[in-house]
T-cell receptor, first 116, second 113 residues
């Protein structure tokens, strides 16, 4: 079974600075997807960024980027120019690439605080 | 499009009572999922339905039953609620086309006394 580990329960960063959230995973599969979800106080799960394992290039979405190290099974999220609206819980998630097996395995989350 | 909707938003139950959480999606997605979220635990899969007419157990299925009523609707039933089922419940759906990710509903907060 796949596992996802987020070793930082809480992180804080000054507004406008850069922060990196860590995630490691364990799998024997070669085809899979990785995601970062944001959960603000409203509890809505919002997709931040996705990475396909077969792609070597790291995904980026505006101020959000990932550092995907497939051999090390590491998938960190970098948030640049942090804004107050970035304050939330962040979850790393794994999804198999097998058709019909799209269930997600989540890490335990990192609570990000933005310091004004 | 409303996306994924869940009812109710919040519910208080007494131990032993039963209830059904409703989920519907209007995106013509094939697969639907129920997760629960507990403090410090992330989201854990309860049950899922890969297609209309099929259901499978996830990581934490005990105490729950599900029904995939049609392609749009996937309900979660607690037959005899226990305090350990106090949690936030999320429904999600996906089209099943490779790169897709899951779309989540807004969640149902359940308190069992």
């Amino acid at each position: 079974a796949q596992t996802v580990t987020q070793s930082q329960p809480e992180m804080s960063v000054q507004e406008a600075e850069t922060v990196t959230l860590s995630c490691t995973y364990d799998t024997s599969e070669s085809d899979y997807y990785l995601f970062w979800y944001k959960q603000p106080p409203s509890r809505q799960m919002i997709l931040v960024i996705r990475q396909e394992a077969y792609k070597q290039q790291n995904a980026t979405e505006n101020r959000f980027s990932v550092n995907f190290q497939k051999a090390a099974k590491s998938f960190s999220l970098k948030i640049s120019d942090s804004q107050l609206g970035d304050a939330a819980m962040y979850f790393c998630a794994y999804r198999s690439g097998d058709f019909g097996n799209e269930k997600l395995t989540f890490g335990t989350g990192t609570r990000l605080t933005i310091i004004p | 499009n409303a996306g994924v909707t869940q009812t109710p938003k919040f519910q208080v139950l007494k131990t032993g009572q039963s209830m059904t959480l409703q989920c519907a999606q209007d995106m013509n997605h094939n697969s639907m999922y129920w997760y629960r979220q507990d403090p410090g635990m992330g989201l854990r899969l309860i049950y899922y339905s890969a297609s209309e007419g099929t259901t499978d157990k996830g990581e934490v299925p005990n105490g729950y039953n599900v029904s995939r009523l049609n392609k749009r609707e996937f309900s979660l039933r607690l037959e005899s609620a226990a305090p350990s089922q106090t949690s936030v419940y999320f429904c999600a759906s996906i089209r099943t086309s490779g790169k897709e990710t899951q779309y989540f509903g807004p969640g149902t907060r359940l308190l069992v006394l």
